[in-house]
């Protein structure tokens, strides 16, 4: 499941398509609360950021069209934006605490865009925060941080890897 997100993402990066040319394929189940496969728990609050919409569709065989869960390639997570590894990081933050390894923070982003041809496709950025629990897990602690692409930090959140050396 990891690994059909992953080509999934390859395929929306690489594939160069009409700013209204959406995917049927999905990097994640938009209803489903969890993306199970995934390194970091993101909510379907996220789909948004992640560019995955009802859109308008005419299925094989229907002559009006039909509301269907699409995926675009303009993604937007943004400033303030915080993602645990866990669903349980959600929980009251006492007994969260219990449960997180590691938890992201946003600090500012600019979105991925695809401007009209000839224009180029803009992978955007994310900088943001990697906290992690202190040793007597009262509180988050910032163990480093980085700015990827939007792109890039889609993968690191499927996967977990792709992070660059710390930015200070």
């Not at 059909?4 to 390859?10: C, F, M, P």
């Not at 394929?25 to 969890?34: Q, S, W, Y």
């Not at 040793?135 to 480093?144: G, I, M, Q, V, Y």
């Given at each position: 499941m990891r690994q059909?997100?992953?080509?999934?993402?390859?395929r929306l990066i690489r594939d160069r398509a009409d700013k209204d040319d959406r995917l049927t394929?999905?990097?994640?189940?938009?209803?489903?609360?969890?993306a199970p496969a995934w390194f970091?728990?993101?909510?379907?609050?996220?789909?948004?950021?992640?560019d995955i919409k009802q859109t308008p569709r005419v299925l094989v065989r229907k002559t009006k069209p039909v509301l269907?869960?699409?995926q675009g390639r303009e993604f937007r997570f943004k400033g303030g934006d915080v993602l645990y590894?866990?669903?349980?990081?959600?929980?009251?933050w006492s007994e969260a605490l219990r449960h997180i390894l590691l938890c992201v923070q946003v600090s500012s982003a600019m979105d991925a865009t695809s401007p009209p041809p000839p224009a180029e496709r803009?992978?955007?950025?994310v900088a943001f925060?990697?906290?992690i629990p202190s040793?007597?897990?009262?509180?988050?602690?910032?163990?480093?941080n980085h700015i990827l692409t939007q792109d890039a930090f889609i993968r690191f959140l499927i996967s977990g890897e792709g992070l660059p050396k710390q930015q200070h």
């Open positions: 059909t997100a992953i080509d999934i993402l390859d394929d999905l990097l994640r189940d938009p209803e489903a609360e969890t970091m728990h993101v909510p379907t609050c996220f789909n948004d950021a992640l269907a869960w699409t590894d866990t669903p349980s990081g959600y929980q009251q803009s992978a955007g950025t925060h990697v906290l040793r007597h897990r009262t509180r988050l602690t910032r163990s480093s």
